[in-house]
């Protein structure tokens, strides 16, 4: 009932695309997973409004339903880490594979959200239709924060940059999120296309509500995230500020304060929450604060800026793409608990530059980051890579 419902939502918006001529045929291979259908309802209305396609996916259910000009398909796998999982779903889209090519549609694109799973997969596929290979590179992988640990972990990600750097080297064209992304993971050859831009999210649940003192922190891994250092920041500045509370929300968070040691009566946990509850907690929220050790870019911190929050994170990487220092945001030296327990005292005593960066962080997200802005990025990135020659 619900697929029923969401197609022919779609349906009635697809009247209003298909006064426009699809710019390309895109074939989507996301790594997932997906836990509704509503998951990827939004991504699919939002390639509607310039492409037609497809969307493959895995998930806890099976799909296959039509939402504006995009075709879902879902396949029930769950966890992708286990390998008969991984060939089912490949089983699934060499099938898919097969229909697309009978269809022979016209400027073919094949779009891996990540070079490691879905990646192959849009690679093989690519070659079987003739259709151009694109790679979004969405992740840093070369950073040493996301290496795990002991000889299983270094043979991982020996296997992951072996794989990895075999697609995107490639692809007929790369998306990053900021210019250094592969550094010390793989070097591109020069036929390669490469564009810089953003990552889109789906930032219609987010408005902005009254604050509360609140400093708000979301995400996962724990310690990529820089939460131990949030924590350990905000315990320093607690006595100072005592009606003002540390919420953290993400997958094992709740377990990974009380294994490090760092509770706190005002330091309120959550696991993983969806969507719309964490649209609420930023609504409430005075600060949002992602002091990551490593980040490619940061979607939470677009949704943060949707909600017109203020917003402190860490100088590294791909943050400062979305982030201003001083004009709609605040930046710290990354691992630094000094400079953020200084920032964090500075932002809670001064709500009018709490105000003034929330403000600044809403218009430039608005400006910059809309979801026309990502279409206007991506159209120009599919027509790139269509003319160009493998």
């Known amino acids: 009932m619900e697929a029923h419902a969401l197609s022919l939502a779609a349906a009635g918006a697809s009247d209003h695309e298909s006064e426009h001529a699809p710019v390309a045929y895109l074939v989507v291979v996301r790594k997932g997973p997906s836990w509704e259908l509503g998951d990827l309802a939004p991504f699919c209305q939002l390639l509607s409004r310039r492409f037609a396609g497809e ?17 879902l398909r879902v396949s029930a796998e769950q966890d992708m880490q286990h390998f008969a999982n991984r060939m089912r779903f490949l089983h699934r889209a060499l099938h898919w594979t097969r229909e697309v090519r009978a269809a022979r549609p016209h400027g073919l694109a094949f779009v891996a959200l990540e070079p490691f799973i879905g990646g192959p997969i849009a690679l093989w596929a690519a070659r079987r239709t003739g259709g151009a290979l694109i790679c979004e ?25 072996l794989v990895g750097s075999f697609v995107v080297r490639r692809a007929r064209a790369v998306r990053l999120l900021f210019a250094e992304q592969l550094r010390g993971f793989t ?31 979301v995400g996962f891994p724990f310690r990529v995230k820089g939460f131990d250092l949030l924590c350990q920041a905000f315990h320093r500045v607690a006595e100072r500020f005592p009606d003002w509370k540390l919420v953290l929300i993400g997958f094992r968070v709740p377990e990974a304060v009380r294994e490090n040691g760092l509770e706190h009566p005002r330091i309120e946990t959550h696991p993983g929450l969806k969507q719309p509850q964490v649209a609420e907690w930023m609504a409430r929220c005075a600060i949002f604060a992602l002091p990551s050790r490593t980040e490619a870019m940061g979607r939470v911190l677009l949704e943060a800026g ?44 001064d709500p009018h530059l709490r105000q003034r960066l929330g403000a600044a962080a809403q218009a430039r997200v608005a400006r910059e980051f809309s979801a026309e802005a990502y279409l206007d990025h991506y159209a120009e990135l599919v027509g790139a890579a269509l003319r160009s020659r493998a």
Not at 137 to 161: D, E, Q
Not at 308 to 314: I, Q, S, T
């Open 306 to 349: 949707t909600a017109a929050k203020c917003r402190l994170a860490a100088r590294v990487e791909g943050i400062p793409t979305v982030i201003e220092d001083g004009v709609d945001g605040v930046l710290v030296p990354p691992e630094s608990v000094d400079a953020l327990a200084a920032a964090l005292q500075r932002l809670m005593g």
């Open 137 to 161: 590179v969405n992740g840093v992988y070369a950073s040493r924060h996301n290496t795990p640990i002991g000889a299983l972990g270094r043979l991982r990600v020996w296997a992951r940059r």
């Open 55 to 71: 969307v493959w996916a895995f998930g806890s259910y099976e799909a296959d339903v039509v939402i504006g000009r995009m075709r």
């Open 187 to 217: 070097q591109l050859p020069p036929r390669v296309l490469v564009r810089q831009f953003f990552e889109t999210t789906n930032l219609a649940a987010f408005h902005p509500g009254t604050e509360e003192r609140i400093i708000l922190g």
